[in-house]
């Protein structure tokens, strides 16, 4: 007679999928939680990197202004 059937361990699946994992609800806050967080920072970075882009972006189109203005003042003779 093959054993009876035992629930799998806290916080793990049960084998081949079946059914839900049986997790302590104060884990699964807690997993919860820190996806949420972890979420969270990857916004923060994705904000910091775009406004890095947007700032050099920025910069090089004063520089280009700026070369232009010295270029024009530099190329025009003095009266």
């Known amino acids: 007679m093959p054993p009876p059937d035992r629930p799998a ?3 793990r699946p ?14 699964a806050a807690r ?3 820190l996806a949420a967080q972890a979420e969270h920072r990857r916004a923060i970075a994705e ?3 775009r406004r890095a882009a947007d700032q050099q972006a ?3 189109a004063l520089l280009l202004e700026a070369i232009d203005a010295l270029a024009a003042l530099l190329g025009n003779p003095a009266s």
């Open 9 to 11: 361990p806290a916080g």
């Open 14 to 27: 049960r084998p081949g999928g079946a059914g839900p994992s049986l997790m302590n609800p104060a884990l």
């Open 31 to 33: 997993v919860r939680q």
């Open 47 to 49: 904000f910091r990197a």
């Open 58 to 60: 920025r910069l090089n």
